[in-house]
């Protein structure tokens, strides 16, 4: 990963967590907004859960390995 990647992964993180922590104090002020910071906080972790999928996914298609076409590869370990 670049080095700009890596940035804007750490700054996203800390927004994140700061954005956590804003609801947790809400929610800890304010109980009645249990419930829907409760469904809010799961449909953001299966997001999170997908986009962390699909950019291991892309990562591992770009690394190579010869398996592009037109490309030989010599079997391994023979």
């Known amino acids: 990963m ?12 800390a927004v994140g967590l700061v954005a956590i ?14 419930a829907p910071v409760t469904i809010m906080l799961t449909a953001s ?3 999170i859960a997908f986009t962390v999928a699909v950019v291991g996914i892309a990562q ?5 390995g010869g398996g592009r076409p ?8 023979r």
């Open 60 to 64: 591992a298609s770009t690394q190579g």
């Open 70 to 77: 037109g490309v030989t590869v010599a079997p391994a370990g």
């Open 21 to 34: 922590g804003g609801l947790g104090y809400l929610v800890y002020s304010r109980p009645a907004l249990r």
């Open 2 to 13: 670049s080095t700009l990647a890596l940035s804007v992964l750490l700054i996203g993180i």
């Open 45 to 47: 972790g299966v997001l």
